[in-house]
């Protein structure tokens, strides 16, 4: 992940309350933060990709760099989820 490399990113505080996501038939996964949450919508989000996912994937790397709070990206995070049809 080439932001990841990035001298300002800072990991991501952890959510007060896990999301839990479950992609295609895999087991359910718990995402505490906006990192776990950005790796999640980057690599193995289902093709669905509509506006919560790009409002969540911005949410993620803006808190991330520490310009939004870590609390928007996880509501943003959940709205996609929602979206896709994974939140378990």
Known sequence: ???KRLTTYKPGVRWSTPVVVRIGYGSSELIEN????????ERRWPHQRDK???????????????SRSSSIAREAF???????YVLA
């Open 34 to 41: 906006a990192a776990d949450a950005l790796e999640l919508l």
């Open 78 to 84: 959940i709205a996609a989820a929602i979206e896709a």
């Open 1 to 3: 992940m080439a932001w």
């Open 52 to 66: 919560h996912y790009l409002a969540a994937k911005q949410a993620c790397e803006a808190a991330l760099f520490h």
